[in-house]
T-cell receptor
Framework: DSGVTQTPKHLITATGQRVTLRCSPR?????VYWYQQSLDQGLQFLIQ???????AKGNILERFSAQQFPDLHSELNLSSLELGDSALYFC????????????FGSGTRLTVV | GNSVTQMEGPVTLSEEAFLTINCTYT??????LFWYVQYPGEGLQLLLK?????DKGSNKGFEATYRKETTSFHLEKGSVQVSDSAVYFC????????????FGGGTRLMVKP
């Protein structure tokens, strides 16, 4: 157990729907990162939050949004889902903005049908 | 921008063989470098890291040396085991504001008994 908890583990939904993925960071970690892993795009950075504030944005679609709450858990919202959004979505956390690597959760596998 | 290039897999080896997975990077300044490992059905785990030139990261028999002159961070292990079968990702983090990781495409290693 890495200490980073992601729920749900699996999600199957239809095109056009909206889903919310949840992440609880490791105890003491202030930063949360979201990544998308797909067969054709590899691991793509989506967004980072640090202590409740958005810190960096990557290749995140406008249909996607995220937030980090006062208790430091984070949610990634995906709307108007398309078949191409099917992927593994990983959350990771780190203590601060130093470069010592992340701790990853085990991911949420999203299947859009 | 920053980028990481890894050798394409899969790499298939017999148990006790020597392993090298090549990784080269493009980045401004002096990034930190990482190797992550992903076992089937799991998230990414930090395997080793190096934060400055000529540093050698090591863990579980794996090693990688930060070579600034060749912009490389090749992963090596002297004697692989079946349990090392996984996907290996090379990554970099620029040592400036933020802690976004840029990942290579991943290399699948298959070790046969």
């Amino acid at each position: 157990d890495s200490g980073v908890t992601q729920t749900p583990k699996h999600l199957i939904t239809a095109t056009g729907q909206r889903v919310t993925l949840r992440c609880s960071p490791r105890s003491g970690d202030l930063s949360v990162y979201w990544y998308q892993q797909s067969l054709d795009q590899g691991l793509q950075f989506l967004i980072q939050y640090y202590n409740g504030e958005e810190r960096a944005k990557g290749n995140i679609l406008e249909r996607f949004s995220a937030q980090q709450f006062p208790d430091l858990h984070s949610e990634l919202n995906l709307s108007s889902l398309e078949l191409g959004d099917s992927a593994l979505y990983f959350c990771a956390s780190s203590v601060d903005r130093s470069s010592y690597g992340y701790t990853f959760g085990s991911g949420t596998r999203l299947t859009v049908v | 921008g920053n980028s990481v290039t890894q050798m394409e897999g899969p790499v298939t080896l017999s148990e006790e063989a020597f392993l090298t997975i090549n990784c080269t990077y493009t980045a401004t300044g002096y990034p930190s470098l990482f190797w992550y490992v992903q076992y089937p059905g799991e998230g990414l785990q930090l395997l080793l890291k190096a934060t400055k030139a000529d540093d050698k990261g090591s863990n579980k028999g794996f090693e990688a040396t930060y070579r600034k002159e060749t912009t490389s961070f090749h992963l090596e292990k002297g004697s692989v085991q079946v349990s090392d079968s996984a996907v290996y990702f090379c990554a970099l983090s620029p040592n400036n504001a933020g802690n976004m990781l840029t990942f290579g495409g991943g290399t699948r290693l298959m070790v046969k008994p």
